[in-house]
C-alpha cells in the first residue's frame, strides 16, 4: 500500500505541466513548481517510510543495484556538481532558491533527482512503465486541451490577445481563436511555444516505449497510435518551434540510421526516406523567401532557419557573453539563475536597434551546453555531457546482448525475415537511441524548463531500468527480515522525511502563498483602476505592503520590481494637482528597495537600478526638484556598473544630463558614447548638435 501511494504521487507530479494559475505573479510558472516539488516530496516520503519501517533487505540489494548503475551514477554527479555550483555562486540566495519566473535553481534540482530515483526505485517492470507512460500521455492531452479551450474562452468577438495574467473575465489564459493560433503559435499549458514544441517532441518518444513495450494489446497499440501521434504532430507543428523541428528531424534520422545498420535489409527502404528528407528540406530552403511561402502562418516561420536568421544571431551573441562569463568562473561557473549577471556584465549592443522593439534582458543562453558552462563551469558541463557517454556506454553493451530467448541472429549477408519480437525490440532500441539526439539538438537553441526536464529524466530513469536494473530476480519482494529493522535507518528514515516536509513548506508553501498574494494586490490595483475608482495612496501601499512582508526565500525583487513599475506609472499620470503625492511615493519605492540593494546581489541588480533610476527620473520631470535627478543620474550610473553598455541607462544617463543647463559637457560625452555603439542613432545626434557647450 506504502508502495502504491507512492507511486501514485509520482504520477501526480507528471501531471504539473497542465496546471495554470491566474493568481500567480507567473501564472504559466510557479503553481507547476509547487505541485511538482510536492508531489515528488510525497511520493519520497512514502518511499523513505517503506525503507526505514517496512522494507526487506532484498529492497536495499536493489538500491545497490540502482547505485550500481552508470546511468544513475552519472545522474547523480551532474546533480551534485549542479547543487555545489550553487554554494560557490556569484548570488547564492538566486542559485539556490531561484526566482519566480524560472524557479530552476539548485533546491529544485534536488527534487528532479529525487523525481529521477523514486522512477527508478518505484517502476521495477513493463506493467509499471506502461503506467508512467499513459499517465504521460494524460498530461499531454491536458496541456493540449488547455490551450484549445484558451482559444474558444472569449465572450468577445476578438482574434487574439496576449496573456493577461489579472484579466479576471478569462477562465483560460492564450491566444484567441484558431488564427490566433496561426498567427502566434500555439502555447497549451506551458505558456511558451518553445517550450510545447519540445515537451510535444518528446512525448512522440514516450508514445513509441510505450507501445514497444512487452505485453502491450495490439488492438490498443493501434488505436493509440492511430490517434496520439497525428494529435501531437499536429500541435507541435502549430507551436512553429524551429527547434523541436530540427530535434524531431535529427531524432528521426537518428532512428532510421540505427534501424539500417541493425536490419541491411532496411536500407533499400531507409536510403530513400533520407533522399525525401535531403530534398524536400533542400526545396523548403530554396523557397523560403517566395512571397507566397513567407505569408503561410505556419510554415513560414519554419522555413526561416537559417543561420542568419535574426533570431539565431542573437542566440550567437548571447553564447559569446556566456563563453565570456566561462572564462571569468571557468570551474564551477557562476552558479544557476545567474546568467543575468553574466549577460548584463557582458552586453553585446547589437542586441540594441534604436527606434525598433529590442529584446535586451536575458536570463539564459538559449543553449543547454553554454547555459551549464557559463553557470556550472567545466565542471557542470563535463558532467551534463557524461550523462550521454554513460547511456551511449550502456546502450552499446545492450545492444549486444540478445534481449529474448528467441531472438534470431541477423546474417548481415543475407535476407532475413525478423520475428515479431526482434522487431518489437528493434524499434524499441532504436527510440532509445535516437531519444538523445533529439534532445540535444533542439536543447543547443533552447534551454532547459520543467516540462523538459521532466521529460529528461524520465528518459534518464526509463534508460536506467532497460539497460541496466531490468532483471526479473531483482523485481520480486521478499519477507520482511529484521537485519534491516535497526534503529539507525529508522532514525536517517524519520530525519530525511522531516527535512522533505520541512522542504515542502519552505519550497512550496511560502513561495506560492507570496505569488498569490502579490498577484491578488495587483490585480486589485488595476481591476480597481479600470473601472476609475479612486485609490488612496496609504491604502495602496498598506495593501502592496503586505505581499511585501510576506515572507517567502524567493519571490521578493520580482514583486518590488512589479510594485516599482506600478507607481512609476503613477507618478507618470499625476496631474500637477497631484504631484505633491511623487516624493512620498518615491520614498516608498526608495525603502522598499533598499534591503535588496543593501545585499548588493540580486538576481538582477541591473534592472532594479534602472528601475530606481526611472522612477526618479520622472519624479524631477513632475516637481522640478533637483534631488530626483541626482538621485536618478546615481542609479543610472550604478546600472552601467552592472552593465557597462547596457543602453537603457546609457540613454536615460544622456537624457538625465541634456536637460539640465549645467551638465552639457557631460551630456556630450556619454552621447558621443551612445554613437559609438548605435552610430544610426540620428535623434542623439541631433540633440548633440543643439547642445551648446560653453
Not at 492564450?174 to 499549458?189: D, N, Q, T, V, Y
Amino acid at each position: 500500500m506504502v508502495i502504491r501511494i507512492s507511486k501514485i504521487f509520482i504520477a501526480l507530479s507528471l501531471l504539473s505541466v497542465a496546471l495554470v494559475s491566474s493568481r500567480n505573479i507567473f501564472p504559466f510558472i510557479g503553481i507547476k513548481a509547487y505541485w511538482f516539488r510536492t508531489a515528488v516530496a510525497v511520493s519520497f516520503i512514502f518511499i523513505l517510510f517503506w525503507l526505514g519501517f517496512k522494507s526487506n533487505s532484498k529492497d536495499f540489494s536493489f538500491i545497490k543495484k540502482i547505485f550500481s548503475s552508470p546511468i544513475v551514477l552519472s545522474v547523480t554527479a551532474f546533480c551534485s556538481v549542479f547543487i555545489l555550483s550553487s554554494f560557490f555562486a556569484y548570488d547564492f540566495n538566486s542559485a539556490f532558491w531561484s526566482n519566480f519566473e524560472r524557479g530552476e535553481g539548485a533546491f529544485h534540482m534536488i527534487f528532479y533527482y529525487l523525481f529521477f530515483l523514486s522512477l527508478v526505485f518505484l517502476l521495477r517492470s513493463d506493467k509499471d512503465w506502461k503506467f508512467i507512460f499513459m499517465i504521460t500521455a494524460a498530461a499531454v492531452i491536458l496541456v493540449i486541451g488547455y490551450g484549445v479551450l484558451a482559444a474558444i474562452d472569449s465572450e468577445n468577438d476578438k482574434v487574439f490577445t496576449t496573456v493577461n495574467p489579472y484579466d479576471k473575465d478569462r477562465i483560460f489564459l492564450g491566444p484567441i481563436g484558431i488564427s490566433g493560433i496561426l498567427s502566434e503559435r500555439f502555447w497549451g499549458s506551458l505558456g511558451n511555444a518553445a517550450y510545447t514544441g519540445s515537451y510535444l517532441l518528446f512525448a512522440l518518444f514516450f508514445l513509441g516505449f510505450s507501445v514497444f513495450l512487452k505485453d502491450f494489446d495490439k488492438v490498443k497499440k493501434i488505436l493509440l497510435l492511430s490517434f496520439s501521434i497525428p494529435l501531437i504532430l499536429v500541435f507541435l507543428f502549430l507551436t512553429q518551434t524551429r527547434g523541436a523541428f530540427l530535434g524531431l528531424i535529427f531524432g528521426i534520422s537518428a532512428f532510421l540510421f540505427y534501424y539500417a545498420v541493425s536490419v541491411p535489409l532496411s536500407r533499400k527502404f531507409i536510403i530513400p526516406l533520407f533522399f525525401i528528407f535531403i530534398v524536400g528540406g533542400a526545396g523548403i530552403f530554396y523557397s523560403r523567401n517566395n512571397s507566397f511561402v513567407k505569408e503561410l502562418p505556419v510554415v513560414g516561420r519554419l522555413s526561416r532557419i537559417s543561420v542568419f536568421d535574426h533570431s539565431f544571431q542573437t542566440r550567437i551573441w548571447t553564447w559569446q557573453a556566456a563563453y565570456k562569463g566561462w572564462e571569468q568562473r571557468p570551474i564551477l561557473g557562476w552558479g544557476p539563475e545567474n546568467f543575468s549577471n553574466i549577460y548584463n556584465s557582458n552586453f553585446d549592443t547589437r542586441h540594441f536597434v534604436p527606434g525598433e522593439t529590442s529584446d535586451t534582458w536575458y536570463d539564459r543562453a538559449h543553449s543547454v551546453f553554454f547555459d551549464y558552462l557559463a553557470e556550472t563551469g567545466i565542471l557542470g558541463l563535463l558532467s551534463y555531457l557524461g550523462i550521454f557517454f554513460a547511456f551511449y556506454w550502456r546502450f552499446i553493451k545492450f545492444d549486444r546482448q540478445p534481449t529474448t530467448n528467441d531472438q534470431r541472429q541477423i546474417d548481415k549477408n543475407k535476407r532475413q525475415k525478423l520475428s515479431v519480437v526482434d522487431r518489437r525490440s528493434l524499434v524499441g532500441n532504436a527510440l532509445l537511441f535516437a531519444f538523445p539526439v533529439a534532445y540535444l539538438v533542439q536543447g543547443a537553441v533552447l534551454f532547459e524548463t520543467l516540462p523538459i526536464y521532466i521529460s529528461f529524466f524520465l528518459f534518464l530513469a526509463f534508460s536506467a531500468y532497460k539497460l541496466d536494473i531490468n532483471k526479473e530476480e531483482i523485481i520480486k519482494r521478499q519477507k520482511e527480515d529484521a537485519f534491516y529493522k535497526n534503529w539507525p535507518i529508522k532514525f536517517f528514515a524519520t530525519a530525511l522525511i522531516g527535512l522533505l516536509i520541512i522542504s515542502i513548506y519552505f519550497g512550496s508553501y511560502l513561495p506560492y502563498q507570496k505569488s498569490k498574494l502579490g498577484a491578488d494586490k495587483i490585480t486589485s490595483f488595476y481591476s480597481n483602476y479600470s473601472l476609475g475608482k479612486e485609490i488612496g495612496l496609504d491604502s495602496l501601499e498598506k495593501s502592496f505592503d503586505e505581499s511585501l512582508d510576506y515572507y517567502s526565500p524567493v519571490g521578493q525583487e520580482e514583486l518590488v520590481i512589479r510594485v516599482t513599475n506600478i507607481f512609476e506609472e503613477i507618478i507618470k499620470i499625476l496631474d500637477k494637482k497631484s504631484a505633491i503625492y511623487v516624493p512620498e511615493i518615491v520614498d516608498y519605492i526608495e525603502n522598499i528597495n533598499k534591503p535588496i540593494l543593501e545585499k548588493e546581489k540580486a538576481f538582477n541588480l541591473t534592472k532594479i537600478f534602472f528601475n530606481l533610476a526611472k522612477i526618479n527620473h520622472f519624479a524631477f520631470l513632475k516637481t522640478g526638484d533637483k534631488k530626483f535627478i541626482e538621485t536618478a543620474e546615481n542609479y543610472y550610473k550604478k546600472c552601467l556598473t552592472e552593465s557597462p553598455r547596457r543602453p537603457q541607462c546609457l540613454y536615460g544617463l544622456f537624457g538625465a544630463y541634456s536637460i539640465q543647463k549645467n551638465r552639457t559637457t557631460d551630456a556630450v560625452k556619454v552621447g558621443e558614447e551612445i554613437l559609438s555603439y548605435w552610430p544610426s542613432d540620428d535623434s542623439v545626434g541631433a540633440i548633440l548638435n543643439s547642445i551648446d557647450i560653453p
